[in-house]
């Protein structure tokens, strides 16, 4: 039984399809965006509805910031929520927008402009490493690692180092070490809230505050002057944790398989890195990198990390002229949008000049969108973005790194874009 009755629907396919889900998930769509355009329905037996893959930005525009309060979440949310809880990137409604309010102040820029730092000092340790030897480094685990760490690191600061130095591990090392993101994963993952439980609770046995994200959201207030219980607080560290370090190791691996692929490319930004002078790189010295800001904006457009999000319309609604009926599930692809012709000159050509300022032409809010947008983009974007960029420059200006791949990478699309494999590298010409 059809259940859209409305006649003015979008044209797709007859066969039922679970277009989201198993390792071909982007190529169908991909595949069927070459067919229908720029909107088109698949239905779903499992569900039992209809699924609307958009790729016009304007209608983009109209889900995710004109009509955002009649979407919410969409498919996989489920699976997330077991993982993550009730955190940011998952909950809904007026309380996401009470629990949005009292953690964004933990993103200013001036907080992250003082934490370029310990962004640095972790880079640079794990750089003394890979000098000890002229050996094969697993760069994929290295990058998982750093930007574990980094986050870690800004979230719980002196807690984070006496945690790893009493127990002699990290005890998050899991998210670098398990690739799969199944229910066993989950169940591991969540067990972790026994250790941010009891970080909070040292922190109040000791009246202590740190300059880190935990106690800023632990010192937050609503409106009504309530902070967040510890459930609360915990769901929020748990998404902060996975968010944070995730998709920054995974566009960072592309950046340098990019990179790889394109020598002219890489001397241009070694000769960027090295024109900074100072001995430690810290947040003022960005604007003297602005090729390698392009370099990661350019890879982000290629591969970006969230390559689908989901939306479900509560109501009734009109999308590009169609009628959208309550319960469709919305699909919005940024690798299709990154990537189409109608938008990009050569989509899928590397070319960082395309955003230098003299170059780039007017662009719609959403032909452009790696960290999502409106109400619900990426709180921490700003800060991902200071972190590639510091990471870029500090290996570029120290060492030739040589990637050690003889035959194309393919994507794996899970909850983010990754290489189907490890990507491993040598360092040559190092100057300690």
């Not at 259940?3 to 629907?9: A, E, Q, V």
């Not at 525009?61 to 997330?80: F, M, P, Q």
């Not at 398990?178 to 989950?186: D, I, M, Q």
């Not at 960029?389 to 200006?397: F, G, K, Y």
Request: net charge negative; with cysteine; charged share 25%.
């Amino acid at each position: 039984m059809d259940l859209l009755t409305d006649k003015n629907i979008p044209f797709g396919p007859k066969e039922a399809s679970e277009v989201e889900e198993g390792p071909q998930a982007l190529s169908n769509i991909l595949n069927l965006f070459h067919q229908y355009g720029d909107i088109y329905k698949i239905y779903s037996e499992r569900r039992n509805n209809y699924t609307y893959v958009i790729s016009d930005p304007e209608m983009v525009k109209h889900v995710l910031i004109t009509n955002n309060r009649n979407y919410e979440k969409g498919v996989g949310i489920d699976r997330v929520k077991i993982l993550l809880g009730n955190g940011i990137m998952v909950s809904e409604g007026n309380y996401w927008k009470r629990q949005r309010r009292m953690i964004q102040p933990a993103f200013h820029k001036r907080v992250i402009a003082k934490l370029t730092d310990d962004i640095a000092q972790a880079n640079e340790t794990m750089l003394s490493n890979w000098l000890t030897g002229n050996k094969e480094i697993n760069l994929t685990a290295e990058l998982s690692s750093v930007t574990l760490r980094i986050v870690l690191q800004a979230l719980f600061s002196v807690d984070f180092q006496q945690l790893e130095k009493r127990e002699g591990v990290n005890p998050f090392a899991l998210l670098t070490e398990v690739h799969e993101r199944n229910l066993v994963f989950a169940m591991k993952f969540r067990a972790l809230a026994k250790t941010i439980q009891e970080i909070i609770n040292l922190r109040r046995k000791e009246h202590r505050v740190e300059e880190d994200f935990l106690s800023m959201i632990m010192e937050a207030k609503n409106d009504e002057g309530q902070g967040m219980s510890d459930r609360e607080i915990i769901d929020e560290m748990m998404t902060l944790i996975v968010a944070g370090h995730e998709t920054t190791a995974s566009a960072l691996t592309w950046a340098w398989y990019l990179l790889h692929k394109h020598p002219e490319v890489y001397a241009r930004a070694k000769q960027e890195a090295l024109q900074v002078r100072n001995v430690h790189l810290g947040f003022h010295h960005l604007e003297q990198l602005p090729y390698i800001r392009q370099v990661i904006e350019e890879t982000m457009r290629l591969y970006p990390p969230g390559w689908l999000l989901t939306r479900r319309a509560m109501q009734d609604d009109v999308i590009g002229g169609y009628h959208v009926p309550p319960k469709t599930d919305i699909f919005i692809s940024p690798y299709v949008i990154h990537r189409h012709p109608g938008y990009w000159e050569q989509p899928d050509l590397f070319n960082p000049e395309r955003f230098d300022a003299s170059y780039r032409r007017e662009r719609h809010r959403f032909e452009y969108f790696p960290f999502s947008g409106g109400p619900r983009q990426c709180i921490g974007d700003f800060f991902a973005l200071v972190e590639m960029q510091l990471h870029l420059a500090l290996i570029l200006r120290t060492t030739d790194m040589e990637i050690l791949v003889d035959e194309p990478i393919s994507m794996e699309a899970q909850i983010n874009l990754r290489p189907d494999k490890p990507l491993f590298a040598r360092l040559i010409n190092p100057r300690n």
